[in-house]
């Protein structure tokens, strides 16, 4: 291979059209612009959107946000936090009368942070893997 023979790819280059050159090549008077109208003209450029002066319907329509009405709220907890309370059975109520969790949380997952040496049984609550066996080894059941 030498310099002199590289060339590039089949269909790489393009030859140039050439417009306004008679009726007969099809890209005669008009130059496959059409007639009139700013995109015929030269410099006849507008913005994206741009709807000719008229408010863009970006900017007609209302700035709205999004809420997922099928959002699941989830509360974090730790395994000492649980240890404080002084109940056998902990479930979301039991969480939300001792102001551990907010009201408005439908499901709650327990983490492996600290001591848990009581004896408590879990009901309805997500585990780590951890605090699943920390509560286990103390004694309490999941349920």
């Known amino acids: 291979m030498y310099l002199n023979s ?6 790489a280059k393009k030859n140039k059209l050439r417009v306004g050159r008679g009726i007969g090549s099809g890209l005669g008077k008009t130059c496959g612009r059409g007639h009139k109208g700013q995109k015929s003209r030269a410099g006849g450029f507008h913005k994206t959107g741009f709807e000719g002066g008229q408010m863009p319907i ?5 700035k709205r946000g999004f809420t ?3 959002k699941m709220n989830y509360a974090h907890l730790r395994t000492s936090d649980i240890n404080k309370l002084n109940e056998t059975t902990i479930t979301i109520a039991i969480l939300k009368q001792h102001n551990l969790i907010s009201r408005n949380v439908s499901k709650v997952k327990i983490y492996k942070s600290g001591v848990c ?3 408590i049984k879990i009901q309805n609550l997500l585990l780590s893997k951890g ?3 920390l509560i286990q080894m103390a004694g ?3 349920s």
Do not use: V, Y
């Open 117 to 119: 040496d009581k004896k």
């Open 68 to 70: 997922n009405i099928n």
């Open 131 to 133: 605090a699943k066996e």
């Open 58 to 62: 970006q900017r007609r329509l209302p």
């Open 6 to 11: 590289i060339k590039p790819g089949l269909g």
């Open 140 to 142: 309490g059941e999941i």
